[in-house]
């Protein structure tokens, strides 16, 4: 099982871009499928963006499509969420989250849907505090 660990959090102004990194320990990160999730304070974990495990397929959150990028790469363990054109309810804490559908008795759920499900993840970073000021 993968650990991770945030990073790339920050204070921003409004229409600014930051790019958080999700980085996991373990060999065998290229079996997880990858999703970012937000918590703003007072408010429910949200989705944001997944990345499926083997053929690259991306999922975005209706608020965020156009300006937030998902990518990944294998050889440095590491998943990135590329955020630009911030604006103030962008403001949360970040976490990233990762689940091996080769564990999964469906794994052909996860990508109609369940991606944006935190249930359907079994591992969770500590999370990294994006701020976007107006």
């Known amino acids: 099982q993968v650990q991770l660990a945030e990073s790339g959090g920050g204070l921003v102004q409004a229409g600014g871009s930051l790019r958080l990194s999700c980085a996991a320990s373990?060999?065998?990160?290229?079996?997880?499928?990858m999703g970012w999730f937000r918590q703003a304070p007072g408010k429910e974990r949200e989705f944001v963006a997944a990345r499926g495990w083997s053929d690259g397929s991306t999922y975005y959150a209706d608020s965020v499509k156009g300006r937030f990028t998902i990518s990944r790469d294998n050889a440095k363990n590491t998943v990135y969420l590329q955020m630009n054109s911030l604006n103030p309810e962008d403001t949360a804490v970040y976490y990233c989250?990762?689940?091996?559908?080769?564990?999964?008795?469906?794994?052909?759920?996860?990508?109609?849907?369940?991606?944006?499900?935190?249930?359907?993840?079994?591992?969770w970073g500590q999370g990294t505090q994006v701020t976007v000021s107006s």
């Open positions: 373990g060999r065998t990160f290229s079996n997880y499928a």
């Open positions: 989250a990762a689940v091996n559908l080769l564990q999964k008795p469906n794994p052909s759920t996860y990508y109609s849907g369940s991606y944006a499900w935190g249930s359907e993840y079994d591992v």
